[in-house]
């Protein structure tokens, strides 16, 4: 079982840059999430999806855009990259009624120079 | 979104039971309170999860006080592996589940000694 993958798994990006980092879940959750996590942080939700064709955003979204493609993929694409966006950014799928609590990716760790 | 409240660090010894707590004083009736844990330069993992009773499942025990103001997260016996931060979180379930994000704080670092 996959689970949650993001890719990709590492990157570098220049100021001023753009990129989407991947997400796809293979559980058939309907909620999807990003969160950003900076050394010694806890995680901070950067954008959320309810269910398929629904977003949301959450507590830092400023920089960041999301596509909820399908019910398997949710996107994060930052469009124009700052130092402030150097991270490790996860994301996370769930279906809360099964009682197994939200699924997390292995993260992406982004730095941005 | 209401807030809980933990230490920031504990220490434990192999093999005995680890209490970490969780304060909660402005939880709502309808507040599920969720534990993750997130082992070193990994994701976070669902731990457990309660309403009102006491849930036990293999990995720990959740014991929620009769206020629903506190709760407490029992390791029975405590291995190295669960050295990792432990996150304690209210998630309001009214609308089922599916349109309510979950809010990580700040979390309780657990360190294991051998």
């Known amino acids: 079982n996959a689970g949650v993958t993001q890719t990709p798994k590492f990157q570098v990006l220049k100021t001023g840059q753009s990129m989407t980092l991947q997400c796809a879940q293979d559980m058939n959750h309907n909620s999807m999430y990003w969160y950003r996590q900076d050394p010694g942080m806890g995680l901070r939700l950067i954008y959320y999806s309810a269910s398929e064709g629904t977003t949301d955003k959450g507590e830092v979204p400023n920089g960041y855009n999301v596509s909820r493609l399908n019910k398997r993929e949710f996107s994060l694409r930052l469009e124009s990259a700052a130092p402030s966006q150097t991270s490790v950014y996860f994301c996370?799928?769930?279906?809360?009624?099964?009682?197994?609590?939200?699924?997390f990716g292995q993260g992406t760790r982004l730095t941005v120079v | 979104d209401a807030k809980t409240t933990q230490p920031n660090s504990m220490e434990s010894n192999e093999e005995e039971p680890v209490h970490l707590p969780c304060n909660h004083s402005t939880i709502s009736g309808t507040d599920y309170i969720h534990w993750y844990r997130q082992l070193p330069s990994q994701g976070p993992e669902y731990v457990i999860h309660g309403l009102t009773s006491n849930v036990n499942n293999r990995m720990a025990s959740l014991a929620i006080a009769e206020d629903r103001k506190s709760s407490t997260l029992i390791l029975h016996r405590a291995t190295l592996r669960d050295a990792a931060v432990y996150y304690c979180?209210?998630?309001?379930?009214?609308?089922?589940?599916?349109?309510?994000?979950?809010?990580f704080g700040t979390g309780t670092l657990l360190a294991v000694q051998p």
């Open positions: 979180i209210l998630r309001d379930e009214r609308y089922g589940g599916a349109t309510n994000k979950l809010i």
């Open positions: 996370a799928s769930s279906e809360f009624w099964t009682g197994l609590g939200a699924f």
